[in-house]
T-cell receptor
């Protein structure tokens, strides 16, 4: 398995532009998580899905952020409009929960820079 | 919901010494405690985890201990090597949502000096 795949790996955009981050989870995994990592705030959970259904989006900072999972093999995180404070590394992770918590496999991350 | 606190935030040791990182959690219902290692510019990766039915788990030079009464768990790295230099994160389940997610500590930056 190729692991969790994210694209793009790097994104540089200007304030006000729309940004779309993409994630392909590991095949067969039933949970998908979107995280944001910054030096100041550490690793923050933004939203997670179970079987393509959003379960908890309380970590989404504001209405400018939205996430979708149209099928089991694809998810997007969209920021519109983007702001400089959105600059961070965004990780997608997936896991197979089964009877309890199990390992979350992280993708390589997308480094977003908003100028 | 769950609150996870991790100490220290930075740790510097000489090669060959041991390193210990400690985390505390608040929810007595928590039953799964993973540790992730993140090398510079890389993704977090699981290095060891423990479930609440055991008190200790070892994997070569790393071990995790769990004290459910005191609600803390620790990562122990023995005979440290330069390649152990990284940021280490602990985590614990948060049952505040309908199905739960992991809450991560703020991380410990470990530096192993040759």
């Amino acid at each position: 398995d190729a692991g969790v795949i994210q694209s793009p790996r790097h994104e540089v955009t200007e304030m006000g532009q729309e940004v779309t981050l993409r994630c392909k989870p590991i095949s067969g995994h039933d949970y998908l998580f979107w995280y944001r990592q910054t030096m100041m705030r550490g690793l923050e959970l933004l939203i997670y899905f179970n079987n393509n259904v959003p379960i908890d989006d309380s970590g989404m900072p504001e209405d400018r952020f939205s996430a979708k999972m149209p099928n089991a093999s694809f998810s997007t995180l969209k920021i519109q409009p983007s702001e400089p404070r959105d600059s961070a590394v965004y990780f997608c992770a997936s896991s197979l929960r089964g009877q309890g918590f199990n390992e979350q496999f992280f993708g390589p991350g997308t480094r977003l820079t908003v100028l | 919901g769950e609150n996870v606190e991790q100490h220290p935030s930075t740790l510097s040791v000489q090669e060959g010494d041991s390193a210990v990182i400690k985390c505390t959690y608040s929810d007595s219902a928590s039953n799964y405690f993973p540790w992730y290692k993140q090398e510079l510019g890389k993704r977090p990766q699981l290095i060891i985890d423990i479930r609440s039915n055991v008190g200790e788990k070892k994997d070569q030079r790393i071990a995790v201990t769990l004290n459910k009464t005191a609600k803390h768990f620790s990562l122990h790295i023995t005979e440290t090597q330069p390649e152990d230099s990284a940021v280490y994160f602990c985590a614990a389940p948060n049952y505040g949502g309908s199905q739960g997610n992991l809450i991560f500590g703020k991380g410990t930056k470990l530096s192993v000096k040759p």
